[in-house]
């Protein structure tokens, strides 16, 4: 299994009215449970100062990876553009280790 830290960031030029971003962001939200419910998605959360967020995800390939960002909701609409970074895990808290495997 590999791991990532994927940076969400919003576009400077979104092209969408207010409305349609407040469901483009619910949508993501759900798509993103998703991820939770299949265990593959360990955290994520908006950046606390500007538009996006950050993903702490697991999967097969740095492919899989972006396939599956491929079809969030905010980067169909073209809200918000993906930043990957693969790590290798050294250390965790006990409590993460069934995560990590």
Known sequence: ?????????????????????QIAIADHLVYLDKGFEEKFILASGPKASEGG?????????????????????LKVKGVQDY????????KCQPMLKEWFG
């Open 1 to 21: 299994m590999r791991y990532f830290v994927v940076e969400g960031t919003f576009r400077d030029t979104i092209t969408i009215d207010k409305s349609e971003l």
């Open 53 to 73: 967020g950050i993903i702490i995800i697991k999967g097969q390939s740095l492919e899989e990876i972006e396939n599956y960002l491929s079809k969030d909701p």
């Open 83 to 90: 930043k990957i970074v693969e790590f290798k895990l050294h």
